[in-house]
């Protein structure tokens, strides 16, 4: 009963290609959240979705489009990969959008782009 | 914009030893703030979470103050041991997302 699960968690794909990494949380939460972390290991919000609602789009490449289907799952697809998107992607939630209740993160998806 | 520094970058420190872990933040209008544990190859796994009423938290061996006009939180590991070695991050949710700070890299040697 894992609380925010993401599936792949490894992928490793070649330049150019289209890739998705699907979350889902079962906590009931109404926000969740894709995470970045790249290779010096800083982590960078990339998105978030409130009850299915983007709220947050922070300087990435439109190559990269989040989808929340409905607000348990939200998923992130990546157009034309490029070498430099390696690093490893976090799907996060919150029970609300403030996040003052706390964080989950889920175990990561390690991309590899060659 | 929020900006978490974290500071020492790595430390090292025989086991027993009681240590600190400080983390500052440049805006103090914060919701909370938590800290992350990240053991390598791993995902985040939450230690202690201090809302934004709150001054401290306390779990097992570990205490996580917080003073939010000074900017500082600072994470107490009593008793060091192997099993703690990790890095820890300090986040804080300013509304919408958390800020990460860059991690403290600890290693507890036996």
């Known amino acids: 009963d894992t609380a925010v699960s993401q599936t792949p968690k490894y992928l490793v794909t070649q330049m150019g290609n289209d890739k998705s990494i699907k979350c889902e949380q079962n906590l009931g939460h109404d926000t969740m959240y894709w995470y970045k972390q790249d290779s010096k290991k800083f982590l960078k919000i990339m998105f978030s979705y409130n009850n299915k609602e983007l709220i947050i789009n922070e300087t990435v490449p439109n190559r990269f489009s989040p989808k929340s289907p409905d607000k348990a799952h939200l998923n992130l697809h990546i157009n034309s990969l490029e070498l430099g998107d390696s690093a490893v992607y976090f799907c996060?939630?919150?029970?609300?959008?403030?996040?003052?209740?706390?964080?989950?993160f889920g175990s990561g998806t390690r991309l590899t782009v060659v | 914009k929020q900006e978490v520094t974290q500071i020492p970058a790595a430390l090292s420190v025989p086991e027993g030893e009681n240590l600190v872990l400080n983390c500052s933040f440049t805006d103090s209008a914060i919701y909370n703030l938590q800290w992350f544990r990240q053991d390598p190859g791993k995902g985040l796994t939450s230690l202690l979470l201090?809302?934004?009423?709150?001054r401290e938290q306390t779990s097992g061996r570990l205490n996580a103050s917080l003073d939010k006009s000074s900017g500082r939180s600072t994470l107490y590991i009593a008793a060091s041991q192997p099993g703690d070695s990790a890095t820890y991050l300090c986040a804080v949710s300013s509304g919408y997302a958390l800020n990460f700070g860059k991690g403290t890299s600890l290693l507890v040697t036996p």
């Open positions: 201090i809302q934004s009423s709150q």
């Open positions: 996060a939630s919150s029970q609300e959008a403030t996040g003052y209740y706390g964080y989950t």
